[in-house]
């Protein structure tokens, strides 16, 4: 069984970088045709896909987001990271990694595995 676990500040002051870290058992980041995604759901609002990461390595980033999103890997810790600076009030939102055979993520399907997620603020 394939096991996610975001971790992370819970808290950020506007204008700063968001560090996360999504720790993955049970699974290989770098098996073939997987993709690990960041998705975010902010209070009141649908699940927004942020970008992914490919098992080869590869980066996609949702437009609105790119400039700000940086993903990247640590394949001898079978983790996958999210950077996302310049951070205000409308970051605020529950953050979850994801694996699944697509690209982009909006919903969970079948054979999608899902962290449980966590709460980020952003409040000075």
């Known amino acids: 069984q394939v096991q996610l676990q975001e971790s992370g500040p819970g808290l950020v002051a506007p204008s700063q970088t968001l560090s996360l870290t999504c720790t993955v058992s049970g699974g290989s980041i770098t098996t073939n045709h997987y993709y690990w995604s960041w998705i975010r759901q902010p209070p009141r609002k649908g699940l927004q896909w942020m970008g992914a990461?490919?098992?080869?390595?590869?980066?996609y980033y949702s437009p609105p987001l790119k400039s700000r999103t940086s993903i990247s890997r640590d394949t001898s810790k079978n983790t996958v990271s999210l950077q996302l600076s310049s951070m205000t009030p409308e970051d605020t939102a529950v953050y979850y990694c994801a694996r699944s055979h697509s690209i982009e993520v909006y919903t969970k399907q079948e054979d999608d595995y899902w962290g449980q997620g966590t709460q980020v603020t952003v409040s000075s």
């Open positions: 990461m490919g098992f080869d390595g590869s980066t």
